[in-house]
């Protein structure tokens, strides 16, 4: 996980600020307006992932025996979601070795940070994280302006309206990715 965290935080840093916030135009104003999109983000830190994945810093996490997969649909397949009702955003594994399942991410915009699909991203990781499906840990990685403690906090309230279990949440990181260019910051985990 400690190497993965690496390659992920390497990988944010290097988001740059146009796939971070992305330039819209909207009706009856004088020229863009700059607004987080969840997806825009996620295929470019993908793309850096993967980028990064084929150097020492994916080395370091496993690869190229572990790779990097988006929104995997893994409905009725082995050991996985009944129906296909949860697709996490990134997950570094083993493709075709469910016990080779390393992390699994979940990615939110700050702002806004809605209850409801927090909840739904916090049940994604929870069910991944079961033993039977074998990932070893989870990441919620929120990118965006916003103050830290508030952030910790909704994030925290919305795991326990879950109903995480204890080993869930001490498996689960909560990270947090301000702004274009900066570092992740690690804000622990999902515990109390």
Same mark, same amino acid.
């Given at each position: 996980m400690a190497a993965f965290l690496r390659l992920l935080d390497e990988a944010a840093r290097r988001v740059p600020e146009r796939w971070f916030l992305l330039p819209v135009a909207v009706q009856n104003t004088t020229g863009p307006v700059t607004r987080y999109r969840e997806r825009v983000y996620c295929y470019e830190l993908y793309h850096q992932i993967r980028v990064l994945s084929e150097g020492p810093w994916g080395a370091a996490a496993g690869a190229p025996a572990y790779v990097l997969s988006g929104e %995997?649909? $893994?409905?009725?397949?082995?050991? /996985? %979601?009944?129906? *296909?009702?949860? $697709?996490?955003? &990134? =997950? !570094?594994?083993? #493709? *075709? +070795? !469910?016990?080779?399942?390393? =992390?699994? =991410?979940? /990615? $939110?915009?700050?702002?806004?940070?809605? #209850?409801?699909? &927090?909840? $739904? +991203? %916090? +049940?994604? &990781?929870? =069910?991944? &994280?079961?033993a039977e499906r074998g990932y070893e840990c989870g990441a919620l990685l929120i990118y965006g302006e916003t103050e830290r403690d508030a952030l910790r906090g909704r994030v925290l309230r919305a795991a326990d309206r879950v109903g995480l279990s204890d080993a869930v949440r001490r498996r689960t990181q909560l990270l947090w990715h301000p702004k274009a260019g900066d570092r992740i910051k690690n804000l622990g985990t999902l515990t109390r």
């Amino acid at each position: 996980m400690a190497a993965f965290l690496r390659l992920l935080d390497e990988a944010a840093r290097r988001v740059p600020e146009r796939w971070f916030l992305l330039p819209v135009a909207v009706q009856n104003t004088t020229g863009p307006v700059t607004r987080y999109r969840e997806r825009v983000y996620c295929y470019e830190l993908y793309h850096q992932i993967r980028v990064l994945s084929e150097g020492p810093w994916g080395a370091a996490a496993g690869a190229p025996a572990y790779v990097l997969s988006g929104e %995997i649909d $893994k409905a009725g397949l082995n050991a /996985v %979601i009944d129906g *296909g009702q949860h $697709k996490p955003d &990134l =997950v !570094w594994h083993k #493709p *075709g +070795d !469910w016990r080779h399942n390393a =992390v699994v =991410v979940e /990615v $939110k915009t700050a702002a806004p940070l809605r #209850p409801a699909p &927090l909840r $739904k +991203d %916090i +049940d994604t &990781l929870s =069910v991944f &994280l079961q033993a039977e499906r074998g990932y070893e840990c989870g990441a919620l990685l929120i990118y965006g302006e916003t103050e830290r403690d508030a952030l910790r906090g909704r994030v925290l309230r919305a795991a326990d309206r879950v109903g995480l279990s204890d080993a869930v949440r001490r498996r689960t990181q909560l990270l947090w990715h301000p702004k274009a260019g900066d570092r992740i910051k690690n804000l622990g985990t999902l515990t109390r």
